[in-house]
């Protein structure tokens, strides 16, 4: 057995040693940078250097802030409008299935240069289809470009976009996998469809939705492409920017990778710390 | 508790039909077992009647009532599921008052309901357990508890033992038994198991290709089938059926001589027109209706190929003369040492080339 598990590594080593130097590696090495002062040369070891800066840095503290209130207000909005778009998907009465299902998940594979453009496009001020739209309806105009506010409602709307389907999509699957003959059952018992949704779609859902709720909460402590080029580098004035694009201009505008790694460990930190509260929460009664 | 009539009922998916117009008349306290192979349209005639399928012809009536277009929920009537149907996140006792507790029920009466439920099928104890940690049985119970608890007209049963082991399924089966006994309610019951049937039914419907072939007494479909499907359905090892031909007729029957055996010659007597000499037919014969040589109508030499002890019966598989498998059912005392063996045919029944019985 244990020659037989030597030959296995031996074919494994391969792809181990690419993992390890690759993927392990720049992990580590990541984490050790983000205790030395990249700022000199050669690069110095000072542990306080970058975390320091961190606990006092109003940079952080506002990029900490926009990413956390995308959390919190896009994650949950766009899980409901995921759940709605799936039971929508579920529906015997729906025709076109296919279409709609395909409709919905188009927005992941569409390339993010080419969406973010014409979001540019559809929330311009003067020209925009949304603020013709808003007009339309007797409301004012909105710049979404120059007013923080505006600014964060347009990136958490682009984001919901983009992924909404395909969350959609994952909890289609996991209706789908509940039992035709439970709803039947309840059916008989005279519970409506709407008591049937909050009664038991929901409950056996929660694995599922938890999936979905780990995966936006990784996603959006990355968040980095929406506020890149849809707002122009967390504009207007830094009012969106997100935690990836301070690590992005610390690293790769301002050359500092100790300190744009210990903004990367912080996020992959709140991430993790985020999801095992969030997993706690919902986990289940013994 | 509640009649239920079945009026020409048909079920059609698109251009394919899978009942064909099933009249089917059931007393109020009446246990009716809807008994056939898979694919008879069985489960589909059970859920026509809870209403979970539409009809696509005739009428359904529960109570006297036309329930067309009646919804479930408001025929009173419970299901009980074969994959039990029971909500998983739910505790037993949650289980059996979901329904009640979300249609608004006074809480004393869900309470009452519940607890007499739990006491009938004994699974009190286990109220705050989860599905997933009872056993197959234990399942059973609490699916059929939240069926007692609708307190309905009518209970519907769609193989509710077919998921269990065989140790289990005749202890459920004695439960159900005792269950229509002690609620003395009219209940359904779909299986493709002939000895479950048998053993549970007031009344047996065969079906087959979503006709309906016989409906009748337990014992009567035994004794009496009226074609060759359910002759060779109902009863275990299923009967025997031997290629014949009508050999001579007079008014009170025909003479039938079984294929390649020119020297067994069964009389049978007919009221119906007997068919000419020369006509081919099958003779039925059940492995129980073989006897010693002769002590019947005619005697039978056969080949024994196999021979199944079964304790205090045992079960001889042989070959006629002419080829023909049969099973010959014997006391194990009486099983013989040597492979060839001439049996005596004690009883017999006569199907036409279609598999109508002649009678």
């Known amino acids: 057995m244990r020659n037989r598990n030597a030959t296995a590594y031996r074919f494994l080593t391969p792809y181990l040693l690419i993992f390890a130097i690759f993927w392990v590696w720049p992990i580590i090495s990541s984490f050790l940078i983000s205790f030395q002062a990249t700022r000199t040369v050669p690069w110095r070891f000072a542990p306080g250097f970058n975390w320091g800066r961190l606990i006092g840095d109003p940079a952080f503290f506002n990029a900490l802030k926009n990413t956390l209130l995308i959390l919190v207000i896009q994650v949950p909005v766009m899980i409901a409008l995921a759940m709605v778009m799936a039971v929508l998907l579920n529906s015997p009465l729906l025709k076109a299935r296919g279409l709609y299902r395909f409709a919905f998940f188009a927005p992941v594979v569409v390339g993010e240069v080419a969406y973010s453009a014409v979001f540019r496009l559809m929330f311009s001020l003067d020209f925009g289809i949304v603020n013709k739209l808003l007009n339309s309806i007797g409301l004012p105009k909105v710049d979404w470009f120059s007013n923080v506010t505006p600014a964060m409602a347009l990136i958490m709307i682009a984001v919901t976009w983009r992924w909404a389907g395909y969350n959609a999509i994952i909890l289609l699957a996991g209706m789908q996998s509940i039992p035709e003959d439970v709803y039947e059952a309840a059916t008989l018992d005279r519970v409506s469809k709407l008591k049937q949704f909050f009664h038991i779609t929901l409950p056996l859902l929660k694995p599922v939705i938890v999936f979905c709720a780990v995966l936006s909460i990784i996603g959006t402590m990355q968040l980095f492409t929406e506020p890149f080029l849809i707002t122009e580098r967390g504009g207007p004035g830094g009012g969106t920017e997100t935690l990836g694009l301070l690590l992005y201009r610390q690293g790769f505008r301002s050359l500092n990778f100790g300190y744009a790694s210990a903004v990367a460990y912080t996020m992959a930190g709140l991430a993790i710390a985020i999801t095992l509260v969030q997993l706690w929460l919902m986990r289940e009664p013994k | ?359």
């Open chain 2, 1 to 359: 508790m509640a009649t239920v009539t079945l009026i020409n009922v048909a079920k059609r998916f698109g251009a394919f039909e899978v009942v064909h117009g099933a009249d089917i008349d059931i007393a109020d306290g009446e246990f009716v077992v809807f008994v056939g192979p898979s694919g008879c349209g069985k489960s589909t005639l059970l859920r026509m009647i809870a209403g979970l399928e539409d009809i696509s012809g005739g009428e359904i009536a529960i109570g006297g009532k036309v329930v067309n277009d009646v919804e479930p929920a408001d025929r009173g009537i419970a299901m009980v599921f074969q994959s039990y149907a029971l909500y998983p996140h739910m505790s037993v006792e949650q289980n059996l008052s979901f329904g009640l507790r979300m249609t608004g029920n006074p809480k004393a009466d869900t309470d009452r309901r519940v607890k007499r439920a739990a006491e009938i099928l004994r699974i009190s104890e286990l109220m705050d357990r989860r599905p997933r940690k009872l056993s197959g049985g234990q399942r059973q119970r609490v699916a059929i508890g939240r069926a007692i608890v609708r307190e309905p007209q009518v209970f519907l049963f769609d193989e509710p033992l077919s998921n269990l082991d065989a140790e289990l399924r005749v202890q459920m089966r004695v439960e159900i038994s005792r269950l229509h006994k002690e609620l003395g309610a009219t209940m359904i019951y779909v299986t493709h198991d002939q000895t479950e049937a048998m053993t549970l039914a007031d009344r047996i419907v065969v079906l087959r290709g979503g006709h309906v072939e016989q409906i009748g007494r337990p014992l009567d479909l035994y004794e009496n089938p009226d074609n060759i499907f359910v002759a060779g359905f109902v009863g275990s090892p299923k009967m025997n059926f031997i290629k014949a031909h009508i050999v001579g007729r007079d008014a009170r029957g025909v003479v039938v001589e079984l294929a390649g055996e020119k020297k067994t010659r069964i009389r049978q007597p007919l009221t119906d027109a007997a068919p000419e000499p020369g006509r081919k037919v099958i003779v039925g014969v059940r492995p129980e209706h073989f006897g010693d040589a002769g002590e019947g109508d005619a005697d039978l030499a056969v080949a024994i190929d196999v021979v199944e002890h079964l304790g205090g019966t045992s079960f001889l598989y042989a070959r006629t003369a002419n080829g023909e498998d049969v099973v010959i059912q014997r006391d194990a005392a009486k099983v013989p040492d040597t492979p060839a063996v001439t049996v005596s045919i004690r009883k017999s029944y006569l199907f036409d080339e279609k598999g109508l019985r002649l009678r």
